[in-house]
């Protein structure tokens, strides 16, 4: 029988690297902007990876622990359709939003409407662009990341990670 | 242990018991302990415990965040013993609901539980093991503490508690911290912290006047097995404190069973720790005669909260210092 592989964080690999720089070029951004020390987590017979910014004196401690959970800045999860950015991220970049990168700003209505996971409509959106975006509230405080689309000429933002999933997730 | 736990019920425990509906061995321990003063904490483990809820001072000043939730129509009150805590009086949605939970403005954590931390006094660049984390409270108040700079080892066995408290490192936006899952008596012995925590496991006896099942819940037997685990816990984590570093172990719990039985098994066990006294937090002294029982005197500078002295849930509290060798 095979030994099971404890969890652990490793270096990323090329490809995963290359999926990394797109998304970060996807927000106008260089790699280094979004993390120092990325690493990701490798579970036995997982079809996906976490990934994490490692603080280095977090990092050089890693090799000494079993069991690895979770370590540093959640970054995202790599899967087959590529990289899915995670909450923690989108406050970490939502500072730059007002002048450096394109985000998503929403009345306060609409923030009640995207934190339940609901499409927000153009008459509660702000600041609008297309893509994968990060969603802020009139105070520019990140609540999580949508997509900017247009249909039949009219803008909104479907939801695709809200800060409201800590409460669903019951955690 | 033994002998502490051989408990003969007075008249006087069994009738308390049926009145407010205890377990009669806990309430005879009441009285071993606090004499007619018993009746008090059993009076006030039948008033709820307050909503109270810390502020992330690492994300936000703690007066806007005031100011953000009375504006919402919440009523709060700094607790005067913790840094940042605050008696949550009026809310007029769960304060577990609000954008400002969300956005990990603050964590809902009870007012003996805050002080904890305090006692561990923990500072940055340091490395600090909590050896059982969830759900995170202790954990990001560490984190807060040493404004994310010190190396937090985060240690949880269970499963479904360990999502929590990642979720909870996540909402607060940490990343200064490896989370593991395990029994932290398994930790590798190169891991060597300059401080640790343990809140260990307990009856939860502390936690009445949050859930009154506790009344009832925990058997003598239990109470002696749940003693074997905390002390189990204690002394292996006791080789993972560098010399000079120090151990807060606490539980939530009113029982000297769990807190100054554990703590003076350590003492009798081994030369090289000692109590500290860890400064100007609120507590009585810890217990020094229990039944037939005498203890070291070094266990009356441990801490302990009383729910009808402190306002708090029951709590042990004691610092250590591992010294001399």
């Not at chain 1, 990876?49 to 370590?71: E, N, Q, T």
């Not at chain 2, 005031?66 to 949550?88: C, D, S």
Request: overall charge positive; some cysteine.
């Amino acid at each position: 029988m095979q030994a099971k592989e404890r969890p652990h964080l490793r270096k990323l690999r090329r490809d995963e690297y290359r999926i990394l720089h797109l998304f970060a070029a996807s927000q106008g951004l260089e790699l280094e902007s979004i993390a120092h020390n990325p690493m990701a987590l490798e579970v036995g017979g997982a079809r996906y990876h976490d990934v994490f910014d490692v603080p280095i004196h977090v990092a050089r401690v890693l090799g000494r622990v079993g069991w690895l959970y979770s370590a540093g800045l959640y970054l995202g999860t790599i899967d087959r359709s590529g990289f899915i950015p995670s909450l923690p991220l989108a406050h970490r970049l939502s500072r730059l939003c007002s002048h450096l990168i394109p985000c998503v700003r929403v009345t306060w209505e609409g923030e009640k409407f995207f934190l339940y996971g609901r499409r927000v409509l153009e008459e509660n959106i702000e600041v609008w662009s297309p893509g994968l975006r990060i969603v802020v509230n009139p105070l520019g405080e990140a609540i999580g990341w949508g997509l900017g689309a247009e249909r039949g000429g009219s803008r909104m933002i479907e939801p695709i990670k809200d800060l409201g999933w800590y409460l669903r997730r019951g955690g | 242990m033994s002998q502490a736990l051989n408990i003969k019920l007075s008249r006087e425990a069994v009738r308390l018991a049926e009145k407010y509906d205890y377990l009669p061995f806990m309430v005879e321990r009441y009285l071993m302990i606090l004499g007619s003063e018993a009746v008090e904490l059993l009076e006030a483990n039948e008033e709820p415990l307050p909503e109270t809820i810390r502020c992330n001072s690492h994300l936000i000043d703690c007066r806007l965040l005031q100011e953000r939730m009375e504006a919402k129509g919440f009523t709060l009150e700094p607790i005067p013993f913790t840094r940042h805590g605050y008696i949550v009086h009026r809310q007029p949605i769960p304060v577990g609901a609000t954008h400002e939970y969300l956005q990990g403005y603050y964590y809902i954590q009870d007012p003996g539980s805050m002080t904890v931390t305090a006692h561990l006094d923990p500072q940055p660049g340091e490395i600090i093991l909590d050896a059982a984390a969830a759900p995170g409270g202790k954990a990001t108040q560490i984190l807060q503490e040493t404004r994310d700079s010190a190396l937090l080892i985060a240690v949880e066995i269970s499963r479904r508690r360990i999502r929590a408290l990642r979720s909870h490192l996540n909402r607060m936006r940490f990343s200064s911290y490896i989370l593991i899952r395990g029994d932290s008596r398994r930790l590798p012995r190169d891991i060597q912290a300059d401080r640790i925590l343990l809140d260990a496991p307990s009856s939860g006896e502390g936690i009445i006047r949050k859930d009154r099942a506790r009344k009832r819940s925990r058997s003598m037997e239990d109470l002696r097995a749940i003693h074997e685990i905390q002390y189990s816990m204690l002394s292996s984590l006791a080789d993972r404190v560098k010399l000079g570093g120090v151990i807060v172990y606490a539980a939530c719990t009113t029982a000297v069973e769990e807190g100054e039985l554990v703590v003076a098994r350590l003492l009798e066990s081994r030369d090289d720790f000692e109590v500290e006294d860890s400064g100007a937090y609120p507590g009585d002294p810890g217990i020094e005669e229990y039944g037939k029982l005498q203890l070291p005197s070094e266990v009356k500078r441990c801490k302990r909260l009383w729910p009808h002295r402190h306002g708090t849930e029951g709590f042990f509290i004691c610092r250590l210092r591992r010294g001399r060798t």
